[in-house]
């Protein structure tokens, strides 16, 4: 069965600094990989996903993700923190379920606080 | 992307009753799932809903507390039977298009239990 581990469950960065979510998965196959953003009280959104084509993955807000294979590894980065990046964010890994559906394998989140 | 809207968007229920929760999709979808996300917690998939036929729970959850419909590609129904305070929560809607990787979440249905 797969797997998705988020190693760090509070994240906090200055402004205009850095940001780095970590991400590990297990697979028995290639997989599908993706990151999603909650802000409070509001919905999930897609950041970015991963289907088997360019490995490094960039997406909405200045986020970028690169998959590791040999790692297995799917970090989520940004070179500038900004204020309006503070939420909830999520690594998930997609796998087919019994009925051969597939469905997604959530992480169990990172809260990212950014810093004035 | 995909609109999807979900009806309440919050409720407040005493213990023992039922609230449906209806989830409406603009365009027809492959799959429709049903999550529930606790207070500060990751998301938690309660089942697939399935067109036509009986929907395909995970393992936890049963079709007697969670009974779903879902008689169209666009639409479909989650209902918390039963209630205590332990099912406040978040409950949302998600759906994945044929041709896409991508899934669309709703905005979800908070419930409190009293």
């Known amino acids: 069965a797969q797997s998705v581990t988020q190693l760090d469950s509070h994240v906090s960065v200055s402004e205009g600094t850095p940001v780095l979510l970590r991400c590990n998965y297990s697979s028995s196959y290639s997989p599908s990989l993706f990151w999603y953003v909650q802000h409070p009280n509001k919905g999930l959104q897609l950041l970015l996903k991963?289907?088997?084509?360019a490995t490094l993955v960039k997406g909405i807000n200045g986020f970028e993700a690169e998959f590791k294979k040999s790692e297995t590894s799917f970090h989520l980065t940004k070179p500038s923190a900004h204020m309006s990046d503070a939420a909830e964010y999520f690594c998930v890994v997609s796998e087919r379920n019994a009925g051969n559906n597939r469905k997604l394998i959530w992480g169990l989140g990172t809260s990212l606080a950014v810093n004035p | 992307s995909a609109v999807i809207s979900q009806k309440p968007s919050r409720d407040i229920c005493q213990r023992g009753t039922s609230l449906t929760i209806q989830c409406q999709v603009d365009s027809q979808v492959t799959m429709m799932f049903w999550y529930r996300q606790q207070p500060g917690q990751s998301l938690t998939l309660i089942a697939t809903?399935?067109?036509?036929?009986?929907?395909?729970?995970e393992s936890g959850f049963v079709i007697d507390k969670f009974p779903i419909s879902r008689p169209n590609l666009t639409f479909s129904t989650l209902t918390v039977s039963n209630m205590s305070p332990e099912d406040s929560s978040i409950y949302l809607c998600s759906v994945i298009r044929a041709t896409s990787y991508e899934q669309y979440f709703g905005p979800g249905t908070r419930l409190t239990v009293t």
């Open positions: 809903a399935n067109q036509g036929s009986e929907a395909t729970y």
């Open positions: 991963y289907t088997s084509a």
